[in-house]
């Protein structure tokens, strides 16, 4: 079942680059389906939480802890891409590595169909999304394909310094991370990027009263000491 998810998604991002909107929303909508007939299979629509935050500003360290203590499945928006960038025959892998060398954000029929589909291969029922939304054409794409199937919970919003955010990717970079943006040069492109694209995305929730913000400088069990008080009081 997988594989054949694997191939129709594959199939599915080449001719989302190549062809119109229209083919691409017809295809979309042939990959949404299967989600579709599990969500309407399962008696509530997935709880969904956007994890937010500049580069480094611990998102993915915090999601894991959310993970262990909440039971949510920690869907990275970034990590998926990098799989589906590693995966030998993706039509879309030279894409997404130049979109994640220079610090820019995929197109969202790639990125949310990747979304959808890790969604749909999961039996759980909560989920944080990390990374995405990043930008508008993000927010447009998910509004369009997932909003009306998932319940959304509010954006968790990790607030760093650009400085930290640029130490800890730094560190990070130095200790193997074998990440290909890493490094100043890309780092450069990635605080632009989220500065001018992100920023306003957390802005936007933000006048829906949908953020929980939190500082993410003090160190990750301090972090998350907030995050736990956060989702106990929305009900987790
Ligand atoms: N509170 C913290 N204090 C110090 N170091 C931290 C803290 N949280 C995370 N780190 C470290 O900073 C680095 C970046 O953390 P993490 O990967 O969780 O960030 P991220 O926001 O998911 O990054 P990206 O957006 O680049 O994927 C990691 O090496 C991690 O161990
Ligand atoms: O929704 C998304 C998420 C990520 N990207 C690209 O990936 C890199 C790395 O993302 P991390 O969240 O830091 O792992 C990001 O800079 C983007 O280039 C994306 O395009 N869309």
Same mark, same amino acid.
């Given at each position: ?7 129709? =998604?594959?199939?599915?991002? !080449? ?16 990959? !949404?389906?299967?989600? +579709?007939? /599990? ?11 956007? $994890? ?7 998102? %993915? ?18 990590? +998926? ?5 590693? /995966? ?12 994640? #060398?220079? %610090?820019?954000?995929?197109? &969202? ?34 509004? #369009?394909?997932?909003?009306?199937? $998932? ?12 400085? $930290? =955010?640029?130490? #800890?990717?730094?560190? #990070? ?13 890309? +780092? ?10 992100? +920023? ?29 008080? &956060? ?6």
């Amino acid at each position: 079942m997988f594989k054949v998810l694997t191939r129709s =998604c594959n199939l599915l991002l !080449a001719q989302t680059i190549k062809h119109s909107t229209c083919t691409t929303v017809n295809l979309y909508s042939t990959i !949404a389906a299967g989600a +579709l007939t /599990r969500l309407k299979m399962s008696e509530e629509k997935p709880k969904i939480v956007f $994890v937010l935050g500049g580069p480094g500003a611990g998102k %993915g360290t915090q999601c894991a802890k959310i993970v262990d203590r909440f039971g949510f499945v920690h869907l990275s928006a970034g990590d +998926l891409l990098r799989e589906e960038r590693a /995966r030998e025959g993706s039509e879309v892998g030279a894409l997404i590595e130049d979109y994640i #060398r220079n %610090g820019k954000i995929v197109p &969202v029929e790639v990125t949310c169909s990747l979304l959808e589909a890790a969604m749909n291969k999961s039996d759980k029922n909560k989920f944080l999304i990390d990374g995405f939304p990043r930008n508008q054409d993000n927010l447009d794409g998910w509004n #369009r394909q997932m909003s009306e199937k $998932v319940d959304f919970q509010f954006v968790l919003f990790f607030n760093c310094s650009e400085d $930290v =955010c640029v130490d #800890r990717c730094l560190s #990070r970079g130095k200790s193997g991370s074998g990440r290909s943006d890493d490094n100043m040069e890309s +780092l450069k492109k990635r605080i632009q990027t989220y500065n001018n694209d992100s +920023l306003p995305i957390i802005k936007h929730f933000e006048e829906l009263g949908k953020v929980k913000q939190i500082d993410a400088s003090p160190s990750s069990d301090e972090v998350f000491s907030k995050v736990e008080e &956060v989702f106990v009081q929305s009900g987790f």
